[in-house]
């Protein structure tokens, strides 16, 4: 999955995507409302963790332009503030739940569990491609019937590859997926993922295609 983490605190945002990348998910990190709203109305992102008091423009107002604009994705606000008037405002305005700071990270990652469970994040959650079967919520991949063994940093190259089937993805597009936009990573480590992956989804008839110095596509059949 690619969340999107929008919190002013920085030592705050740095401990929540960090949990979410060693789960092996894509996360983005924004500190500010206006830039935030921005980024949310033109990128994806499948879940949104939002904080209320932000620059720019409170939580707030972003929940509710994006909802506005039809976005549709969970959203879950973070905030100080633990009277009931903003829970029931954040709630109103569209958020699928409400964590009050501070707060354990192992709440925060109930909390994202029982909105997929609740909400999935598409109608078409189970992907059926030939042989291979892609269960969106679950994050499995199967060939045939027998599960396909991948780690968690493969699994999010192939979301981000599949998500974007067809289309040119940078190296750099793909390291912003698994480790946050603007992280250091060497080239070669994006290789080397890759690799992985293309062996292993070669029984499903997916190829991954390079572009020298462009970046990958991934083919999928028709």
Excluded: W
């Amino acid at each position: 999955m690619r969340f999107a983490v929008v919190e002013d605190n920085q030592t705050l945002a740095k401990g929540i995507a960090h949990q979410l990348r060693d789960q092996g998910h894509g996360v983005d990190v924004l500190h500010d409302g206006a830039a935030a709203l921005e980024f949310l109305l033109h990128d994806s992102a499948d879940m949104v963790i939002l904080d209320v008091n932000l620059p720019t423009l409170s939580g707030f107002e972003v929940l509710r332009s994006l909802r506005t604009a039809g976005k549709t994705m969970p959203i879950i606000m973070l905030t100080a503030r633990g009277d009931l008037k903003d829970r029931v405002a954040g709630l109103d305005a569209g958020a699928d739940d409400y964590l009050i700071k501070p707060f354990d990270m192992e709440e925060l990652d109930a909390r994202i569990r029982a909105l997929i469970r609740r909400k999935p994040l598409d109608d078409g959650a189970l992907v059926q491609i030939g042989v291979l079967s892609y269960d969106r919520t679950g994050r499995k991949l199967q060939v045939s019937g027998a599960d396909i063994s991948l780690t968690q940093r493969e699994l999010a190259v192939f979301e981000c590859l599949f998500e974007r089937s067809g289309q040119l993805v940078s190296k750099t597009q793909i390291a912003d997926h698994l480790y946050g936009i603007g992280a250091e990573v060497e080239e070669r480590v994006i290789e080397v993922y890759v690799s992985r992956l293309r062996k292993k989804l070669s029984a499903a008839e997916i190829k991954i295609k390079a572009a020298r110095g462009l970046g990958y596509m991934m083919a999928i059949p028709a």
